[in-house]
């Protein structure tokens, strides 16, 4: 059974950065890739970046983009959310995620899921 654990949220002032990590382990596939998912309070949980493997692609949905990078090591098992100019509405428990054969960017495709960590930006 794959366990994704993430960790690095908390409480940052806006115009912070924070910097997540999630590590996999019990895997009995080669991973495609993996991704980062939000859900804030009485929202859908929404992709926010991911990054295939093979060629270290990545991708990102717009509110982020050139403020959030996905990095990682396939061989460490470990991806990144590196967040910079965080905003209050980047509030949200983050969510690292992985499927055996695709990077999906929909929550209800997902195979694995992290337990989530959180992440509070104030004004």
């Known amino acids: 059974q794959v366990q994704l654990n993430e960790s690095g949220g908390g409480l940052v002032q806006s115009g912070g950065s924070l910097r997540l990590s999630c590590t996999a382990s019990?895997?009995?596939?080669?991973?495609?890739?993996m991704g980062w998912f939000r859900q804030a309070p009485g929202q859908n949980r929404q992709f926010v970046g991911g990054?295939?493997?093979?060629?270290?692609?990545?991708y990102y949905t717009d509110s982020v983009k050139d403020r959030f990078t996905v990095t990682g090591d396939n061989t460490k098992n470990t991806v990144y959310l590196n967040m910079n100019s965080l905003k209050p509405e980047d509030t949200a428990v983050y969510y690292c995620?992985?499927?055996?054969?695709?990077?999906?960017?929909?929550?209800?495709?997902?195979?694995?899921w992290g337990q989530g960590t959180e992440v509070t930006v104030s004004a």
């Open positions: 990054i295939i493997w093979s060629d270290r692609r990545t």
């Open positions: 019990g895997r009995t596939f080669n991973s495609y890739g």
């Open positions: 995620a992985e499927s055996k054969n695709y990077l999906h960017r929909r929550a209800f495709e997902v195979e694995y």
